[in-house]
Each structure stands twice: as C-alpha cells, then as structure tokens.
C-alpha cells in the first residue's frame, strides 16, 4: 500500500531586512511512492512560495479544481500564534489535497518545491530544462547537503563515497534560494503528532 505523510510544522519567523519579515513552515515528506525520488525530505517554503505553486499547478492541469490556500487576509498578524497555526493547517491540508492527485503528482515543479529549497525562477529554469541539471539531480544533491535521516537502502547499495558528498554545490550550478534556512527536521514524525 502506496502512502504519502506530509506535515507542515515548525512556523518561523525569518527577517528579509529591517523593516520586512515574514513565516516560513517546514514542510516534512515520508513515503514510499514510487513518485517520489527521495522517500523522506524537509524544506522549509513561506506563503508566497505556496501561491506560486498552486498557480503554477492550475496553469499546467486546467480542468482540475485545485484545492485553495488559506485565504491572505489584511488582518494576518505573525505575532498572533492562532492565525500562524490557522495558515499553517491550510497549508498542510492543501499539500494533503494535491499529493492525492496522481495528475500533479506527475507536475516536476511539485517534486521540486517539496524536495529541493531552490527559489520559485530556479525551479521553472530547471523544469524548461534551463539548467545543467535535472530534476532529479537537484532533488539528489539538495538531499545530499541537508541530510538529515538514516541513508536510504539505494544510497547505501552506491557506497558510502557517493551518498556522504562534502560539496556545497558542484558544477551542476545548484544553489539553494535567498529564504534557505536550516531545516531542523527530526527522523521520527511520530513524536510530532502527540
């Protein structure tokens, strides 16, 4: 039996400069799909970056209605803990509506604003195939800087030399976007849900 867990947690409050911040939310994946090249990954993606997904979703499979976002009302106050957990629930009930949906399921951009911290523009370089990598190669070397679970068996079958890469970034030309921050993922969602 095929599932995907997904969890959106861990709201943090980030400064773009001094006058600007916003939230971002950990998004954690655990699955064993067949769709999915990695079977567990974290990212961490703020609001506008859910915007352009679901828009970028919607323009790729029109005849399917999109589940919506939270609404983004004028009234969001990210120092009020019920309005950040009331967008962080209508995120993650967003993601939980899409990744049933085997439709989207096969949208790349989907794979790589879930596995992969690149930006919004470098995913669509990457999907128009733009760039010096793939999909795939992005969401690998993403995997392979911010490991932060037990090797998987396939990656454990390659050697240890292959899996355990010291290099930020080689000369595929990936980099992580501007609202990159450390993901504190933890390997059992388990404890998460008490």
Known sequence: QEFVTVLVRDPRTQKEDSWHSYIDYEIFIHTNSMCFTRKTSCVRRRFREFVWLRQRL??????????????????????????????????????????????????????????????????EACVSGHTKYSVADAIHQFASLNRRFPIEDGERKKGKNDADSDSESSSSGLRPSDDSISCGCKASPASEES
């Not at 106050?77 to 096969?106: C, T, W, Y």
Request: charged share 20%; net charge negative; hydrophobic share 40%.
């Open 58 to 123: 919607q323009s790729n499979a029109v005849l399917i209605q999109l589940p919506e976002l939270p609404s983004k009302t004028p009234f969001f106050n990210m120092n009020n803990p019920h309005h950040v957990d009331h967008r962080r629930q209508g995120l993650q009930e967003f993601l939980e509506k899409i990744l049933q949906d085997a439709l989207l399921l096969s949208d790349s951009r989907l794979h790589l604003f879930l596995q992969t911290q690149l930006s919004p523009e470098d995913m």
